[in-house]
């Protein structure tokens, strides 16, 4: 059996220009989308490793959203007073007309940093959350 028969295909929805900025930078790097997406997924599994097992952790989430999405600022807040106990400090930094940037400071157990990391997830205006997280 070949390593071509081992691969599974799959079909994932994008917005377009999600897409098109993907491949561009994929293209300019010299990769196949198919190679690119398996990275991808690869860097997703190692940064969010951490949250497999209940430990004591302490981290970063870097969240650039939309503020001119109705009510965005106010869910980004609101999910933070939600988990002041985790959160040790936050910075916001305005980035331009459009786009804000929180870095959010957490400590504690991995659940609630889940849970945190949902409530900001599933919020419209989110553009792109980046996470650094360690256990302690």
């Known amino acids: 059996m070949n390593l071509k028969s081992k ?12 897409l098109h900025d993907f491949d561009e930078l994929t293209k300019s790097l010299g990769y196949e989308r198919s190679r690119a997406v398996q990275i991808a997924m690869r860097d997703f599994i190692a940064s ?3 949250a497999r097992n209940e ?5 970063a989430l870097l969240v650039m959203y939309n503020h001119e999405v109705k009510g965005m600022v106010d869910r980004i807040i609101d999910v933070q007073h939600k988990y002041s ?20 400071i ?3 157990v991995t659940s ?7 409530g900001i997830t599933n919020t ?13």
């Open 7 to 18: 691969v599974r295909r799959i079909s994932v929805s994008l917005p377009p220009e999600l």
């Open 106 to 108: 957490v400590n504690g």
């Open 112 to 118: 609630s940093v889940k849970e945190l990391l949902r």
């Open 48 to 50: 969010h490793y951490w």
């Open 85 to 104: 106990n985790l959160i040790t400090s936050s910075m916001h930094i305005h980035l331009d007309e459009k786009r804000c940037l929180e870095i959010i």
């Open 124 to 136: 419209d205006g989110i553009i792109n959350i980046t996470i650094n997280i360690v256990v302690t």
């Open 55 to 59: 430990k004591n952790v302490v981290g």
